[in-house]
């Protein structure tokens, strides 16, 4: 049996890759689409997002969604809340790739050897189509790992501002930039 983050389904994204589904993302996917149907005003986002999630994980038995059913109970609960010209235009938004920093971290054996695992992480998320972003997550942690430090030190925001600076470059130069970058 596999055990899923949220107990959500993976969604069943482009050239077959399986791409975790979060609340966040549908609550993302709906208010990017009240903004481009100038809906200023819509707020009801992470409500409709927190109904779908709970239908997700408790009626929902597969372990894995096609983006069309996804934006077709989307599409359902938006008309049954009364907002049907929404709901025509409802489009799952393209997925960040996130990159949990700490793992690398800990993988690595000495600062240079995170410098190429992070970089080969970043050329597998620059591989993925249509993707939105990426999320470096947990940088300072990250960094105190790497530094050995117990608390954040001068050295950590030196380190810091290397692993932000050799993630931008690598960006730069990869073929499909991503249209944004997360740290956290």
Known sequence: ????????????????????????????????TAQQVGDEDWSWSEE???????????????????????????????????YPKLADHIALSAP????????????????????????EKLQEASEVVMVRGIKLEEIRTCVKIIANASRWKNSCQHLNDEIVSFTRKQICHSENPPSELIIS
């Not at 960040?96 to 970089?119: C, M, T, W």
């Open 96 to 119: 960040r790739v996130n990159i949990y920093l700490p793992d690398i971290a800990r993988k690595a054996s000495y600062e240079l050897h995170f410098f190429q695992l992070l970089g």
């Open 48 to 82: 409709v997002a927190h109904a779908i999630t709970f239908y997700l994980q408790h009626e929902f038995t597969g372990c894995v969604i096609e983006k069309d059913d996804i934006e077709e109970i989307v599409r359902r609960s938006i008309v049954g809340i009364g």
């Open 1 to 32: 049996m596999i055990a899923l983050a949220q107990k959500l389904p993976l969604v069943l994204w482009q050239q077959n890759r399986q791409v975790p589904l979060s609340e966040g993302w549908i609550a993302e996917s709906i208010d990017l």
